[in-house]
């Protein structure tokens, strides 16, 4: 069964980056991509960015300018750096891959941007 855990979450100040960690493990983990997903309190989860296993990568408008992509691919490890945090990033962000069409996704890590 494939696994996903996200970390790196926090409470930053506006304007600062963070970056947030998944970690896939488990049967399929060398052969997916990521996409990345966050809820803020009361609002519908949204789609933020994703990581195709080819290199491809998108970001949702609400994020675009502000996302850079890494991978640590000995270690499955995918990371999503996000600049210029703004109060409208908080949310509990989720990554979620999908493998033989079943979806998985991890527990989610909190992000707070507050002065």
């Known amino acids: 069964q494939l696994r996903l855990v996200e970390s790196g979450g926090g409470l930053v100040q506006p304007g600062n980056s963070l970056t947030l960690s998944c970690t896939t493990s488990?049967?399929?983990?060398?052969?997916?991509?990521v996409a990345w997903y966050r809820q803020a309190p009361g609002k519908q989860r949204e789609w933020v960015a994703t990581?195709?296993?080819?290199?491809?990568?998108r970001t949702a408008d609400s994020v675009n300018g502000r996302i850079t992509f890494s991978r640590d691919m000995a270690n499955n490890v995918w990371y999503l750096r996000i600049d210029n945090l703004q109060p409208d990033d908080t949310a509990t962000y989720y990554c979620s891959a999908v493998y033989k069409s079943q979806s998985y996704w991890g527990q989610g890590t909190q992000v707070t941007v507050s002065s």
């Open positions: 488990g049967s399929g983990s060398s052969r997916v991509g």
């Open positions: 990581a195709a296993i080819g290199g491809a990568t």
